[in-house]
């Protein structure tokens, strides 16, 4: 199983939508092929920041199998616009601690 | 519940140490008050790269009630010579997927 991290800066003022948009955005993560589970945080600290943790089966279900389908270029359409800076996204393999 | 997150920066070649005192570390974290679960996981793209999440009842819980008790003093001795840069933590709140 592999955590997909991105860290995401959304332009000030544009919470609220960024959040409605990731309501409909997240029935078309959910629904690829390995997918396990994603959670959407908000910062407490930065108040336009969030964290979007997804747990894919593989890397390549996220890196070659999403964003590589038809699925992607809809979740990109509703939610890209909404980050300043372009996020970096990262991957990491479970180390210790409550199994997800 | 809140959402701790720490990107845990570790000296090049530490980090099979590094993992060795977490062993041991998580168990100081384990049983504070407030404390819920955690996760510790290692960076794919990053080598020396480790993100640290951890669940707690509430904010004060990690940042007055851990960070201030005698626990805290071991937790520091055990991990934080590990560390370059010194990790930002950042505190989050759930808005959407799945629940913990």
Redesign the interface.
């Known amino acids: 199983m592999?955590?997909e991290?991105a860290v995401l800066d959304v332009k000030a003022t544009m919470e609220k939508e960024f959040?409605a948009s990731?309501?409909q955005a997240?029935n078309i993560i959910s629904s690829m092929k390995g997918y396990i589970?994603?959670?959407?945080?908000?910062?407490?600290?930065?108040n336009s920041?969030?964290?979007l943790?997804v747990n894919w089966e593989t890397?390549e279900d996220h890196v070659d199998g999403f964003r590589n389908s038809s699925e992607y270029q809809q979740w990109k359409k509703l939610l890209h616009h909404f980050y300043e800076p372009f996020p970096e996204v990262?991957?990491?393999?479970?180390?210790?601690?409550?199994?997800?």
Request: net charge negative; hydrophobic share 35%; with cysteine.
């Open positions: 592999i955590l991290v959040e990731f309501f997240q589970s994603h959670q959407l945080h908000k910062c407490i600290e930065s920041r969030y964290i943790l890397l990262e991957h990491y393999q479970y180390i210790a601690g409550n199994p997800s």
